[in-house]
């Protein structure tokens, strides 16, 4: 039988084997004797041909030395006698010695031939047995040949699973390539790969090939198996290969105690050989190869395939874990560096909590998100921030009510980790009303654990498809946790110091405010005292009429002071309409105003303040003259603090041009400006003050300062779009240029007539404050109009209901009723009639757009008699009229 190994195998793995080891076991070795036949020596019987002879040959020589003798010593005849009788004894020798020879010559061929006979049976025997030999050593030879062709073969299918197993990228794609390769190499039709659990107490199937799929690489799935199998469960043989690893096949027609048939009913398999994945001394799980079609035996060759397989398997499917895990753990680090460069770079605590919390459910692959904390020292969790959480359930999640006190809080206050669960619905953990406002499959609230105390939570739900949690995500949660429990407390400490900043820039701010008070309240203090102490001058009407305008003039300074708070770097809306300014005349008037403080209290102190004022003949600017008068107070005050032995301070308009315009512009490409200059003899700036003077609440006056002099002084420029300009050196004095733009007709309003209502009206004043309702009274008592007051808001509801009223004039903050619920019941009793709000938080209310419903016009509080004119003219004129004001 001619074998020849397969030319591919010889080709492709050049395996030089050694030569096999022949043995001759059961055959005996030749004996030497029968060796050689050459070598043999002549039988015995031959030996007997020799004695005739030497008989025959002593008889003549006997029978001749007689004759010899007789011829010597006698006579003749004795000697013929002598010599017929040695011829009678010679012939009888020789008869003799023929007879014996020839016996000897029979003995001798009859011994030969036995021998010879015995010579041949043993070569015989030699040639049968080295006929046996060499049949034995080709039945050898045939089975190392066939050994060395299936350890070929055997080479090349563990090769070729070397290089399956190299070439799979993911995890999912090692078992499938480990299962199909060890189902062809072993000539199975299935292979089901099943590995422990974290816990070592179930096996989880992860894949299921067959040996002849097509090129998809689909891997099959467990439809009809469990998740995992506890192995307190499975067949005693299946629990002995796991703890003992070592291989067992299972057959369908075997009757097996151990309960083998469970575990081909699983699989739907006929017969199965499963053999451990061992690495390191561990069993990593089990490699089950199935015969599906019929119940074949397994080979002790396969089974040591297998097993070899399985090693190389498990090695593989090692690696490929740690190769995950440092996947896993390199994403983990990524996330968690994400998570800190969020929460570091973020400055807006709920935008940075939004931005995180996106972080973790895309890094864990949940649904949506949120974040709850701990607001301000309550034992309410409030909703901060969340990730794809579905538009109608926002208001829901962000008003639900989450207690210190609830139980689900309480257990994450006793637990150290997070509190999940795969199948949330069926947990009763979870029963609360936040978690019942989403379908959740899957959910995880982790803890927020600050120093001492729990400062909030994280809650990821997947509402798709269950989630089987892992350790790592689990450490990854734990990690996103105590980055957020960084933050909250980072928050708080940022809390209490900005509480504490707000309360230092509201100390600042109430001295800022006095001191602008206490600016306005200089003409208002100064012509008073005047006038009361020289009642004479009250004879001269229109110096008398100069004083009270300026003392007029002063209050509505006062007045606008809070209002300007709020506008140190608001920008100028465009829907806002300024009316035109004469500077000159401004400037004059601001002169005035600031007279007692420059001349008087300077003389006082002794030392003397000289005031110039050089101005030329410029255009009006758009504006605010209260604004515009209170930044050049400013200025002119900042200049006197600077000048503390006196000293003179300039005040200059003059036109100026700005840069040319790239527009078309008939002026000859330059817009006109106008420049209002204030300079002092002071005692100048350093330039690190000259760079943060304009800031607000800086100040070199120590506590006599607010730091929102020059800060009011430069918001009210960028109101203007103006320009400010500032020069100074220590010893030089200090130069202010401000630049506003010239009116231009397209932007100019003309001013607002003061209008009287075209009839007497019915108004209802209704204030808590006597001296405003009186101020109230009479303003209107003195237009003709009819007026009846109420000092809280339940009684103007009674008199409202009592009488008939063209207009109701209410304050706001008022005790029980205030102004604007007021307004409101008042609309449901006469839709038609006109509220007017008077309130000193009219400036608040416009700026938060927080005007009451019911409410039809706000005044701020001191309302001007033009002002309540204008306003009730505008309110109470009749269809088709001419509002005042229109043009």
């Given at each position: ?12 793995w ?25 070598g043999?020596?002549?039988?015995f ?20 030395s ?8 006698q ?10 009788e ?38 015989r ?83 299921r ?20 199998l ?24 075997e ?5 083998s ?12 050989l ?40 498990a ?18 680090t ?14 807006d605590?709920?935008?940075a ?58 257990r ?32 995880v ?73 206490n ?9 008073t ?23 007029q ?15 140190f770097y ?8 300024f ?10 008037q ?32 758009l ?52 420049a ?21 609440f ?9 730091g ?14 103006g ?8 010893g ?12 231009s ?43 009846q ?18 207009v ?13 619920e ?5 609309k ?12 000193g ?21 001191p ?18 009229e ?6």
């Amino acid at each position: 039988m001619d074998i020849q190994p397969m030319e591919q195998s010889v080709k492709r793995w050049p395996v030089r084997a050694a030569p096999p080891k022949i043995e001759t076991a059961g055959v005996d070795p030749v004996p030497t004797s029968v060796s050689s036949i050459r070598g043999a020596r002549p039988p015995f019987g031959v030996l007997w041909l020799f004695v005739p002879a030497v008989l025959l040959f002593l008889g003549s020589a006997y029978w001749l030395s007689i004759l010899w003798a007789h011829a010597l010593i006698q006579r003749e005849g004795e000697t013929t006698a002598a010599i017929v009788e040695g011829q009678r004894v010679i012939w009888g020798v020789a008869a003799g010695g023929a007879l014996l020879l020839t016996l000897a010559l029979i003995l001798a061929v009859i011994t030969t031939s036995r021998r010879y006979a015995g010579h041949v049976k043993s070569l015989r025997t030699q040639l049968s047995q080295r006929a046996k030999t060499v049949e034995s050593t080709n039945r050898q030879l045939q089975e190392a040949l066939e050994t060395n062709d299936r350890r070929d073969n055997e080479l090349n299918r563990l090769l070729e699973v070397a290089e399956a197993v190299g070439g799979a990228v993911t995890e999912e794609e090692l078992y499938g390539t480990v299962a199909q390769a060890a189902a062809r190499a072993c000539s199975v039709d299935r292979c089901s790969i099943l590995l422990r659990d974290s816990a070592g107490e179930s096996l989880v199937p992860v894949t299921r090939r067959f040996a002849e799929e097509g090129g998809s690489g689909r891997t099959e799935g467990f439809p009809d198996s469990p998740p995992s199998l506890g192995l307190d469960t499975l067949p005693r043989m299946i629990v002995d290969v796991v703890h003992l690893q070592q291989p067992a096949v299972l057959m369908e027609e075997e009757d097996e105690p151990a309960g083998s048939s469970s575990w081909l009913k699983l699989f739907q398999a006929r017969s199965a050989l499963v053999v451990p994945l061992v690495h390191q001394g561990k069993t990593a799980g089990v490699l089950s190869l199935e015969h599906l079609r019929e119940a074949r035996a397994f080979s002790q060759h396969q089974i040591q395939l297998a097993t070899t397989l399985a090693t190389q398997a498990a090695a593989a499917l090692d690696k490929a874990r740690l190769y995950q895990e440092i996947a896993h753990r390199l994403r983990q680090t990524e996330t968690l560096l994400a998570v800190m460069k969020i929460l570091a770079s973020t400055p807006d605590f709920t935008e940075a909590v939004r931005q995180t919390t996106r972080e973790i459910a895309r890094a864990l692959g949940a649904d949506m998100g949120g974040v709850w904390c701990v607001t301000g020292g309550s034992e309410q969790l409030g909703f901060v921030a969340g990730y794809h959480v579905p538009p109608d359930l926002r208001s829901s999640v962000a008003e639900a009510s989450v207690s210190m006190q609830d139980d689900v809080i309480k257990r994450l206050k006793r637990t150290e980790g997070p509190i999940y669960a795969t199948n949330s619905q069926a947990d009763h953990r979870f029963n609360h009303p936040l978690t019942r406002l989403i379908a959740h499959k899957s959910l995880v609230l982790q803890p927020i654990q600050g120093a001492e105390e729990l400062v909030g939570f994280l809650a990821l739900a997947w509402v798709g498809e269950r989630h089987a949690f892992q350790s790592e995500e689990i450490g990854l949660l734990a990690g996103t946790g105590r980055q957020l429990a960084v933050a909250v407390q980072l928050r708080r400490t940022q809390e209490q110091v900005s509480r504490q900043e707000r309360l230092n820039a509201l100390g600042q701010m109430a001295s800022g405010i006095a001191h602008d008070f206490n600016n306005a309240l200089v003409p208002i203090a100064g012509y008073t005292d005047i006038l009361l102490d020289h009642p004479d001058q009250l004879q001269d009407t229109q110096k008398s009429l100069r004083c009270l305008k300026l003392i007029q003039t002063g209050v509505r300074d006062a007045a606008s002071v809070v209002s300007r708070l709020r506008e140190f770097y608001r920008r100028r809306k465009d829907s806002e309409k300024f009316q035109p300014v004469e500077l000159n005349q401004m400037v004059e008037q601001v002169i005035d105003l600031t007279r007692p403080k420059w001349r008087d209290e300077a003389l006082a102190r002794g030392c003397t303040i000289e005031m110039r004022a050089e101005l030329e003949p410029v255009p009006s600017v758009l504006g605010s003259v209260s604004e515009l008068r209170e930044m050049l107070t400013n200025l002119i005050f900042n200049a006197l603090d600077a000048m503390p032995k006196g000293g003179a301070i300039t005040i200059k308009t003059l036109r100026a041009r700005s840069a040319p315009k790239t527009g078309g512009d008939r002026s000859g490409g330059q817009s006109e400006r106008v420049a209002l200059e204030v300079s002092d003899t002071g005692v100048g700036m350093t330039e690190e003050t000259r760079q943060r003077c304009l800031e607000p609440f800086f100040s070199t006056k120590g506590e006599r300062g607010s730091g929102l002099g020059l800060a009011m002084v430069y918001g009210t420029v960028k109101r203007h779009r103006g320009t400010l300009d500032l020069n100074s050196a220590v010893g030089a004095g200090t130069r202010v240029t401000l630049s506003f733009p010239a009116e231009s007709a397209a932007e100019a309003v003309a001013p607002r007539r003061s209008a009287l209502p075209a009839r007497s009206l019915d108004v209802l004043v209704v204030d808590d404050e006597p001296m405003a309702r009186d101020v109230m009274s009479l303003y209107l008592t003195g237009d003709g109009h009819r007026v009846q007051t109420a000092s809280n808001g339940h009684e103007g509801l009674e008199q409202f209901k009592a009488g008939h009223f063209d207009v109701v004039l209410t304050d706001h903050a008022m005790p029980g009723l205030n102004g604007g619920e007021l307004a409101g019941l008042i609309k449901e009793l006469a839709p038609t009639v006109p509220v007017i709000l008077a309130t000193g938080f009219g400036d608040i209310l416009e700026a938060t757009d927080g005007q009451p419903a019911g409410v039809d016009l706000v005044l701020t509080k001191p309302v001007s008699m033009a002002v309540l004119r204008e306003t009730l003219a505008e309110l109470t004129a009749l269809p088709g009229e001419t509002r005042a004001g229109a043009h």
